[in-house]
């Protein structure tokens, strides 16, 4: 081989080995398909209903709730002879990547659980059914804030999810390491305000010891205190100078040694973490946080209260969704209206305590239930709690993308740190996510 | 004997072309086609020109990236090279119980890269063994930030990846060390040469051609640095992702349903160039030193 042969080798060689180090780099999406479009019309399920359709969850096929589904789709079989139902569970980490790949690659189930943000993309591909179409009567029988929730979507007219549960917070302190500070349960915070006080109190009189902060202001803090988040043209306007009133207490708590340096990091997982290994005397975490405690730190629930989350409470809306696409549409939507039902939802809310159902009736049904199946007062107080909070509840905009929130919590750590101004900040993260917005 | 046809030696290679071609080829020219779009996952892409290149010029977190991972190459690149070479000549040597040493440096390279950087994040949290070690000892009053400062996160998740490294490279240096004429050291040594000049004249010159592989290997790796900085930092790069790796930032800004795919692309075109550059200089001093 000549010299100039063999770089010409070498180069190709470099350059082959250097494909297969991007192409592994390289973003996973490829060009999207010319979405169909919606069906857009009736559908009669007053025929016989036959045929095979798939129902994928998320994260529920366990010791818990694979009794429910299987004796769910059972029943539906029963009262459907010619109909046959698949159960698939998706894992609870990247279900949005395997939505994507299933929208992909045209493999949606038939039936399947969606949050309103995960179903924008897929509403705005058409890749759903539009339910309000499907079956006019529907509207009626559901929550009006959760149909609302699918039914918001700018640019495109219809619903297309059925509100299945419905969740919120609660504030949970540790009040054995707050007793010393002359905390009782009786006069614990209200307040963000209150709260923010209370921590910088406690750090410096316990000399850093005693922390309550455990995160540093999310999208939902601004939501709690009634902060405008979005305006009437969807566009995010949350860096007013209430915002940044919040943020500037925030940094002057983490100042005063009122937070875990670890929460710059701004992990919720890290959160109710934090709050287990006592290394902080408060945290938020849904009605299930008792039975968390309960299992890896008993002791600590002995000293635990819940009480209403400061401010707004949040609301988390989980709806069952059709594929526009499904081969079986008419046992799709029965299928779906049957797993939402009033009878259905409040056996699901019984199981998964702490949620509420999706429907217009149901709720007294769930809290009667629990409070028979219950005996843990304190769950049952959480769930007290959350339930009565429930009807003020908020949920975040759908525009709302885990990459802002990265964003957010990358520069709210610099605010919070002291390096970088308040105001400058929220401006820096507002024009992000305006700029990314995904509805335009 | 029978004769070949002129296409049987490319039906012996024809799968390995596919495969480069399918694999490696595509994907690449994929990413770099949506570099010049507006791809969005569930929508049709549309062409946009240099759009996602001068955003990304302009881009603060592009360069944040950048800075990280020419720091991370800058500082993996003679550490990776120098302390393996040393940890190879100490366990070189044939004596009883050698194995359990050079095993003993070897077993981080097993270790699952996640299940370290956990086991790092334990060490270096503000209550961790590290800042109760440091508390206990009298040296610090508060606990030190090292994972929620810029330079301590980087400096922490650039000793893990030393750390979890040496034990590979001390291997390929064994090897390439068993090729060194045991003569060219005796005969050095009859000429009174001290061990340090034997060791710059002879071991140094010996494992040349395995320092240079080792340099890329870890140039293009450090460039492409994920997993020790996302779990140190829990997936957020630290305080202003500052830092943040071009990868974690081509996942944040990519993956999901509302991945911006086009900006994402080009970013990985840009990391592909970046890589590019190390292999390119491999070839470069193999010339010359074959011209020499």
Same mark, same amino acid.
């Given at each position: ?32 398909? !010319?979405?169909?479009?919606? *069906? ?22 366990? @010791? ?5 589904? @299987? ?85 495109? !007219? ?89 943020? !500037? ?15 710059? $990091? ?16 408060? *945290?938020?975490?849904? $009605? ?13 629930? @002995? ?33 779906? !209206? ?14 998964? $305590?702490?949620?509420?159902?999706? *429907? ?64 400058? *900040? ?15 | 004997?029978?004769?070949? +046809? ?25 990413? &770099? ?16 020109? &240099? ?39 100490? &366990?070189? +040597? ?87 004429? +045991? ?105 010359? +030193?074959?011209?020499?």
């Amino acid at each position: 081989m000549t010299k100039s042969k063999r770089w010409f080798a070498g180069v190709a060689l470099a350059l082959t080995g250097a494909f297969a180090l991007t192409a592994c780099t390289g973003a996973t999406g490829g060009p999207g398909t !010319e979405a169909p479009k919606p *069906t857009g019309s009736a559908i009669d399920k007053g025929g016989e209903l036959s045929g095979n359709i798939q129902f994928q969850t998320w994260s529920l096929k366990n @010791e818990k709730f694979t009794p429910y589904f @299987e004796k769910l789709i059972a029943d539906f079989e029963k009262e459907n002879p010619k109909v046959k139902v698949e159960w698939l569970d998706q894992p609870g980490d990247g279900y949005q990547d395997k939505i994507l790949s299933q929208a992909n690659s045209n493999t949606l189930p038939d039936v399947l659980n969606l949050p309103p943000d995960i179903a924008y993309p897929l509403v705005s591909a058409h890749k759903l059914l539009d339910l309000n179409t499907a079956d006019p009567e529907l509207k009626a029988k559901y929550n009006a804030g959760g149909w609302e929730s699918y039914s918001q979507y700018p640019g495109v !007219e219809g619903t297309y999810g059925l509100p299945w549960y419905l969740s919120s917070d609660a504030s949970w302190w540790n009040l054995e390491q707050l007793q010393p500070y002359g905390v009782t349960a009786d006069n614990l915070p209200k307040t963000v305000d209150e709260l923010l006080t209370l921590a910088e109190k406690v750090a410096k009189e316990s000399n850093g010891k005693v922390q309550l902060l455990s995160s540093i202001p999310t999208l939902d803090t601004f939501g709690s205190e009634g902060i405008e988040i979005i305006n009437d043209k969807g566009e995010f306007v949350f860096n007013s100078d209430e915002a940044v009133k919040v943020v !500037e207490n925030y940094a002057t708590a983490y100042k005063a040694g009122a937070m875990p340096a670890e929460a710059l $990091t701004g992990s919720y997982g890290g959160n109710a973490q934090a709050f287990i290994q006592e290394k902080v005397a408060f *945290t938020t975490g849904g $009605t299930g946080f008792s039975t968390d405690l309960a299992k890896d730190a008993p002791k600590l629930l @002995e000293h635990t209260v819940a009480t209403p989350r400061l401010g707004i409470p949040p609301l988390y809306v989980q709806g069952i969704n059709v594929s526009a696409e499904s081969k079986n549409p008419a046992a799709a939507l029965a299928f779906a !209206e049957y797993v939402t039902n009033v009878d259905n939802q409040v056996a699901f809310s019984t199981i998964a $305590t702490g949620t509420a159902p999706g *429907t217009a009736e149901g709720s007294d049904q769930v809290v009667k239930a629990i409070a028979s199946a219950i005996t843990d007062p304190k769950q049952l107080a959480a769930i007290d709690t959350v339930f009565a909070a429930m009807k003020d509840a908020k949920a975040l905009p759908f525009q709302w993308t885990g990459d802002m929130t990265t964003y957010m919590n990358q520069q709210m750590a610099l605010a919070i740190n002291g390096s970088a101004p308040a105001k400058d *900040t929220l401006d820096k993260i507002v024009k992000y996510a305006n700029d990314n917005r995904v509805d335009q | 004997m029978r004769s070949h +046809k002129w296409f049987t030696p490319w039906l012996l290679v024809a799968p390995a072309i596919i495969w480069v071609l399918v694999f490696s080829l595509w994907p690449f020219l994929n990413t &770099v086609i949506l570099s010049f779009t507006n791809a969005r996952p569930l929508k049709p892409p549309s062409f946009i020109g &240099v759009a996602n290149y001068e955003r990304m010029f302009g881009d603060e977190m592009f360069w944040n990236a950048i800075v990280t991972c020419l720091i991370y190459v800058a500082a993996c690149v003679p550490l990776l090279t120098i302390l393996p070479l040393l940890l190879a000549l100490l &366990v070189e +040597k044939v004596i009883p119980g050698i194995s359990f040493f050079r095993t003993t440096f070897y077993f981080p390279v097993i270790a699952s890269v996640v299940v370290v950087a956990l086991i790092w994040q334990w060490l270096f949290d503000s209550r961790g063994i590290v800042n109760q070690s440091l508390d206990f000892l009298g040296l610090t009053d508060q606990p030190v930030p090292f994972l929620v400062d810029r330079w301590l996160l980087l400096a922490c998740s650039i000793l893990l990846t030393v750390w979890k490294g040496l034990g590979y490279y001390m291997v390929v240096y064994l090897a390439a060390l068993g090729n060194v004429g +045991k003569e060219l050291h005796e005969a050095a040594q009859l000429d009174g040469a001290s061990s340090f000049r034997r060791f710059l004249h002879v071991t140094i010159p010996g494992v040349r051609g395995a320092m240079l592989l080792i340099c890329v290997l870890i140039a293009v790796s450090a460039m492409r640095i994920f997993t020790e900085l996302e779990v140190l930092s829990k997936g957020t790069g630290g305080p202003g992702g500052y830092d943040m790796s071009l990868v974690m930032l081509i996942r944040q800004v990519g993956s999901g349903l509302t991945g911006n795919v086009g900006y994402a692309s080009a970013i990985s075109v840009a990391l592909f160039l970046l890589t590019l550059i190390p292999l390119i200089a491999i070839a470069f001093m193999n010339r010359e +030193k074959k011209a020499a």
